[in-house]
């Protein structure tokens, strides 16, 4: 009874040290990429202490990569990437096949294709400034009085009536208050992607700063991208300090 268990303790001891130096290697052989994350919904709080993330690739717009594929449910896609003057790399493909040549990294289609609205909102505000707005949903009309909450990159985080008493309650986001003067609607296919890199535990007490930075816009990840197009997270990057 007792050479079991130690044999149960012993076996349980190889297979984390194989887990462990499986991901060294895979960490020290791959090649790096960095990726922007978007807002993603609040935290699971029974999960313990880690970052929910979300990618700019998450979310792939199928006309502006010119894609006519059928995909369905839990196929395996791969996402081509080209890198952008910030160095973070963005989607400029996808397919059930691996690009001939190019990074690119594997993932799964979390649905089918949706038709979804991408609006384009002009908004005149009180000084005279006409700010182009794209908002994920719009509801109002022209005319109406509306203000909107910008994180740095301009994107918009929020929005309502004036009149609102739910105001920008992000430190970080940009208020602009002015007069819709023109909504434009375009349908658009929109293929949600998972990658296995959106979650990462981080240390106690930690977690609330990371997730502000990531609703913010300021929060990047660090990936080791093996040839295959696997990816594996080895850092975020927090206003441009590295976080293991």
Not at 53 to 68: E, H, P, Q, R, V
Not at 126 to 146: C, M, N, T, V, Y
């Amino acid at each position: 009874m007792r050479m079991r268990f130690v044999l149960l303790i012993l076996l349980q001891v190889v297979l984390l040290v194989g887990i462990i130096g499986y991901r060294t290697y895979w960490l020290a052989s791959s090649d790096r990429i960095i990726l922007k994350t978007t807002p993603v919904d609040p935290r699971d709080i029974f999960r313990g202490d880690y970052v929910r993330l979300a990618y700019d690739i998450s979310t792939l717009d199928l006309d502006k990569l010119g894609s006519g594929e059928q995909f369905h449910r839990m196929d395996r896609v791969y996402v081509g990437l080209v890198q952008g003057a910030d160095g973070s790399w963005q989607a400029n493909s996808v397919g059930r096949n691996a690009p001939g040549s190019g990074k690119y990294i594997q993932g799964r289609v979390l649905h089918e294709p949706m038709t979804v609205s991408r609006w384009e909102i002009d908004l005149r505000d009180d000084a005279g400034a006409l700010h182009k707005l794209q908002p994920g949903w719009f509801g109002h009309k022209a005319g109406e009085r509306l203000f909107f909450c910008l994180n740095r990159q301009g994107r918009v985080m929020h929005f309502n009536s004036v009149d609102s008493k739910n105001d920008c309650w992000n430190k970080d986001w940009h208020k602009v208050v002015g007069t819709v003067e023109g909504i434009k609607e375009e349908k658009v296919r929109q293929l949600r992607v998972e990658y296995g890199i959106e979650s990462y535990f981080v240390e106690e007490g930690k977690g609330r700063a990371i997730e502000n930075a990531r609703n913010a816009s300021d929060l990047k990840v660090e990936i080791a991208l093996r040839k295959d197009g696997k990816g594996l997270i080895d850092s975020l990057l927090m206003d441009g300090r590295r976080l293991h």
